[in-house]
């Protein structure tokens, strides 16, 4: 083992052991960002960046079981996303497809697939919901698996399956818009039922959300780091985590 590796590793577990017990946050979203021009640096193929991100997955949950994160939400395709060429798209849904496979059979994680399901090809579709019925119940990390997401589509899906409801319960228009508020809305989130997000991690130096969790992420902290996602280290992840501890959340005031 060379210094160098010697010294990041002292590095690593003296950040480690900083962290406040009573500051970890439950929820952590991560927006896996920069495979394609990771891939472009290495001088590989776009596949290949994303072969690469998909690998740095499993190490990222790892990660979070280490420091008793309960909840994670990967955002691993946009619906903004369906829209590239099929050259590109293909190979990623099969890395997508291959990937909640592979983590369901390790029966470590409970997946709960987020988004727009409908609009994804079947096979992709059948292996997300494949992967949250042979990991339905398994305790340990909630991992919410955003593919074909988008944060404005989600609302709209929650306002419509809210006014669905109602509808058949025989609710008026007039009578909705006398009762609806905030928790109705939010109990048909693709995310009902778990906490908001703590904390955001965004990789590649790109400083916006994009769409994430548009609704959830109103008092979450962010934190953007300037590794490529296949690049992204453990320090990268317990710098997030230290910097998160060290903030006065204020949740909007």
Not at 132 to 149: F, I, Q
Not at 159 to 181: K, M, N, W, Y
Not at 221 to 226: A, L, Q, R
């Amino acid at each position: 083992m060379g210094v160098a590796q010697v010294l990041y590793g002292a590095y690593e577990r003296r950040l480690a052991a900083s962290l406040p017990p009573d500051r970890i946050p439950r929820h952590v979203g991560v927006i896996l960002d920069g495979n394609r021009r990771w891939a472009r640096g290495a001088g590989t193929s776009t596949a290949h960046g994303h072969r690469a991100g998909a690998d740095k997955i499993s190490d990222l949950l790892g990660w979070c079981e280490d420091v008793g994160v309960e909840v994670v939400t990967l955002w691993l395709l946009a619906t903004d996303n369906l829209a590239r060429p099929e050259a590109e798209l293909a190979p990623l849904l099969a890395i997508i497809e291959e990937t909640v496979a592979e983590l369901a059979a390790t029966r470590r994680y409970q997946l709960h697939p987020v988004g727009a399901l409908d609009l994804l090809p079947d096979s992709t579709a059948a292996a997300l919901k494949s992967a949250a019925d042979a990991t339905r119940g398994v305790p340990g990390l909630l991992v919410n698996v955003a593919v074909g997401y988008g944060g404005r589509r989600e609302i709209a899906d929650a306002v419509r399956a809210l006014l669905h409801e109602h509808a058949a319960q025989g609710t008026s228009i007039e009578e909705l818009a006398e009762i609806i508020d905030l928790d109705h809305i939010a109990a048909h989130l693709y995310t009902s039922g778990q906490p908001d997000p703590d904390l955001v991690i965004r990789t590649s130096g790109e400083q916006r959300l994009s769409g994430f969790l548009l609704w959830q992420s109103a008092h979450s902290e962010f934190y953007f780091c300037e590794a490529y996602w296949p690049d992204f280290r453990k320090v990268d992840f317990l710098r997030a985590l230290r910097s998160y501890a060290e903030r006065h959340r204020r949740f909007g005031g």
